[in-house]
C-alpha cells in the first residue's frame, strides 16, 4: 500500500513537474516515491539552499509552481535564506522537508514552523489520513498568495501505510482583480481623461503586469495614448513596441531616459511596488507629474501617487482603451471590466475601433540616443578590465535565445544596464528581494530546467561566487552546453567598499584574495576562460556559434576594476552620504 510520503509525491506530481533537493533521512521516503512513481523530474543540488533557490528560478523562468526537498533539522534551516527571498519576492514554490516525530523533538530537532513562520512563510504537516489533501491545499495557498510554502512530513509518519492515493482535486486559483464600485469607475475615467489630455504621456510597467499577462494590452494603451514606456526591472522586455521604449527605470536607467521621465506630465503605473530603488528614491518623477498607479495592492505604495485603482493590471489597461477608444456615452467600465474578467492573458485587447489623436511625443523624442549607456574603455586606470565595455562586449555575443540569472552585490548594474533581453522572465535578480547575495548557481539549475533549450547566462560576483560554490558542479552538470557563467571578479566584496570603505572604515574585511574561478569551474567539467581584455572574450563567441549539444559549460572569469562605480551604486552612496 503506498505511504504517506507516496501520497505527498504521487499529488505533488499532478500539478507539479520539476523538484530539487538534497536527499536525508527526513526526506528518503518521499524522495524514493517521487522517483519510483512519479514522472517529477528530480535534480540534486549540493547545498539546501539550492533546492529553494532552484524552485524559486524555476518558477521565474517558467511561472510554473516547483518543489524543493529537504531533510529537518540542519537541512531545514540551511534554506531559510533561500525562504526568505522567495517570500520577499512573492515567488510561489513548495517546500516538502522532514521534520520530527509526533512523539516530540530529538535532540537535533528544531521547531522548524517558528523558523519558517519568522521568514513568512506557512507550514501545512501531514499526517497518515490527510496527506493527498493537505498537500493539495499547501499547493493552492502557494499559488493564491504568491509565496513559497511548507509541507512538512513527521519522521515517524513518513513511511506509514496510508491506503489508496485519492484522486485530488485541481488547487483553486484566484480570478483576476476587477475593480468595482462607483470610486473604481470614476478614478478610471480621471485616469482616461488625463490620458487623453496629456502631452506628454508615460506608462510604466511592473512585474505584476507581466504576471497578469499584460503586455499586449499596455502596448495598445501606449499606441492610444501616444505614451513612450518604460519598466521595472524585473518587468523588462513588457512593452511590445521597443522603439518607444525607454527601458529600465530608476539606477539601472541611462541617464537620458530617466530626463525624458521627469517631462512626463501624466504618469500610469502597472503592476510596480515602485520600491524606493525604482523611484530613484523619490527623484522618478519631476513635481508636476501626475501619478496613477494601477495594482492588486490594497493602496498605493508611494507618496507621490495621486490617484489609485485597485486591480488586475491586463484587465485595467484593457478598460482604459476601451475608454480612450470609445465615443463619450460609451465610457462605461461595467461592460468592459466584465468582458475583460472573462477573459485569460492569452485573449487579444479592446479592439480600437477609433484613433486617439495625440501630441506624438513619442514620434519627437530620440529614444535610442536617450536609452544609450556610456560605452567604457577597454581598460580602467588601474589597468584591469572596465566592466562597462566588458559587458558592452558580452551583449553583442551572446546568443539571442537566453535567459539571464543573476545573483546579488555591485555588478548587478552591468547586465541589467548593457544586456538586453526579450522578457521579464528571461532576466531574473535571485536575491535582491531580500539583499541577499550566494544564490547564483543554483538559480542556473532551475532556469535550466524550465527553459532546456534557452542559453542561460549567470552573472555573479566573486563574493557570491564563493558563497554559493558548492553548487557550481550542480550548475555545470544541469546546464551542460546549454549554460555560461560571468563573473565579474575584482577581488572585493565592492557594495561594501563603494558605501564604507569609501567612509574611511577598513577595508581588508571588505577585500577577497583573487580567486581563479576558471580553475574552478574546469575542476568540476566546465571550460574556464580568464578574461583580462576585451579581446579575450572572443571566445564566447565561437561557444555561442558551437553545438550546445557537444560544447561544454562556459565560465568567463572577468578580471574587472573595482574603480570603475556602478550609476546605481553613485546614486545610493548619494542617498547615504
Known amino acids: 500500500m503506498p505511504s504517506v510520503s507516496a501520497h505527498v509525491a504521487r499529488t505533488l506530481a499532478q500539478h507539479i513537474d520539476a523538484v530539487f533537493g538534497v536527499m536525508g533521512n527526513g526526506n528518503a521516503y518521499f524522495l524514493d516515491a517521487l522517483e519510483r512513481q512519479t514522472s517529477a523530474e528530480f535534480t540534486a543540488v549540493r547545498h539546501e539552499q539550492g533546492a529553494v533557490v532552484a524552485a524559486d528560478a524555476h518558477h521565474r523562468a517558467s511561472g510554473r509552481i516547483a518543489a524543493a526537498t529537504t531533510t529537518y533539522g540542519a537541512g531545514f534551516t540551511n534554506t531559510l535564506t533561500a525562504l526568505a527571498e522567495s517570500v520577499q519576492a512573492h515567488i510561489p514554490l513548495v517546500l516538502v522537508v522532514g521534520d520530527e516525530p509526533t512523539s516530540g523533538p530529538r535532540p537535533w530537532d528544531v521547531d522548524q514552523i517558528a523558523l519558517a513562520s519568522a521568514v513568512g512563510a506557512r507550514t501545512y504537516t501531514v499526517g497518515r489520513t490527510d496527506a493527498a489533501a493537505t498537500t493539495i491545499i499547501a499547493i493552492e495557498h502557494a499559488l493564491t498568495y504568491r509565496v513559497p510554502v511548507v509541507l512538512a512530513i513527521p519522521y515517524d509518519v513518513a513511511a506509514l501505510e496510508a491506503g489508496p492515493v485519492p484522486a485530488a482535486p485541481t488547487p483553486r486559483v484566484p480570478a483576476p482583480l476587477i475593480p468595482k464600485g462607483e470610486f473604481s469607475e470614476g478614478m478610471l475615467d480621471d485616469i482616461a481623461e488625463a490620458l487623453r489630455e496629456a502631452d506628454r504621456p508615460f506608462l510604466l510597467a511592473g512585474r505584476g503586469a507581466w504576471l497578469a499577462g499584460a503586455g499586449d494590452a499596455l502596448g495598445a494603451l501606449a499606441d492610444a495614448t501616444g505614451a513612450l514606456t518604460a519598466s521595472t526591472a524585473l518587468g523588462r522586455g513588457i512593452f511590445p513596441a521597443s522603439e518607444y521604449d525607454l527601458g529600465v527605470t530608476g539606477g539601472f536607467g541611462a541617464e537620458g531616459a530617466m530626463e525624458l521621465v521627469r517631462q512626463a506630465d501624466v504618469a500610469v503605473v502597472f503592476g510596480a511596488s515602485l520600491n524606493q530603488f525604482t523611484m530613484r528614491f523619490g527623484e522618478l518623477f519631476a513635481p508636476g507629474t501626475r501619478v496613477f498607479q494601477v495594482d492588486v495592492t490594497p493602496a498605493a505604495t508611494h507618496a507621490h501617487v495621486g490617484g489609485f485603482v485597485r486591480g488586475d493590471a491586463r484587465v485595467v489597461a484593457d478598460a482604459l482603451v476601451a475608454r480612450l477608444t470609445a465615443a ?250
Open 328 to 577: 463619450p456615452a460609451e465610457h462605461n467600465f461595467g461592460a468592459a471590466a466584465g468582458h475583460a474578467g472573462s477573459a485569460t492573458p492569452e485573449d487579444g485587447v479592446s479592439d480600437a475601433s477609433s484613433e486617439v489623436v495625440h501630441g506624438g511625443w513619442r514620434e519627437r523624442v530620440d529614444v535610442g540616443a536617450a536609452r544609450a549607456y556610456e560605452p567604457g574603455d577597454d581598460l580602467a586606470a588601474d589597468g584591469r578590465l572596465d566592466p562597462r565595455s566588458a559587458a558592452r562586449r558580452i551583449a553583442e555575443l551572446l546568443p539571442d535565445d537566453r535567459v539571464v540569472v543573476s545573483d546579488g552585490g555591485h555588478f548587478i548594474g552591468w547586465a541589467n544596464m548593457y544586456w538586453p533581453v526579450a522578457a521579464p522572465d528571461r532576466m531574473m535578480m535571485i536575491g535582491t528581494a531580500f539583499q541577499a547575495i550566494g544564490q547564483g548557481w543554483p538559480s542556473v539549475v532551475g532556469a535550466t530546467r524550465a527553459r532546456p533549450e534557452s542559453t542561460v547566462v549567470l552573472t555573479s560576483g566573486d563574493g557570491g561566487g564563493l558563497m554559493a560554490i558548492a553548487d557550481l558542479e550542480s550548475a555545470v552538470r544541469a546546464a551542460a552546453g546549454h549554460g555560461c557563467a560571468v563573473i565579474w571578479n575584482d577581488a572585493a566584496y565592492s557594495a561594501e567598499v563603494n558605501l564604507y570603505g569609501l567612509k574611511g572604515l577598513a577595508q581588508a574585511p571588505m577585500r577577497i584574495p583573487e580567486v581563479d574561478f576558471a580553475a574552478f569551474g574546469a575542476a568540476v567539467g566546465a571550460e574556464g576562460v580568464v578574461v583580462r581584455t576585451v579581446e579575450d572574450l572572443d571566445r564566447l563567441g565561437t561557444w555561442a556559434a558551437e553545438d550546445a549539444a557537444t560544447r561544454c559549460f562556459l565560465l568567463l572569469d572577468l578580471r574587472i576594476s573595482g574603480d570603475v562605480v556602478a550609476p546605481y551604486q553613485q546614486e545610493i552612496i548619494r542617498v547615504n552620504s
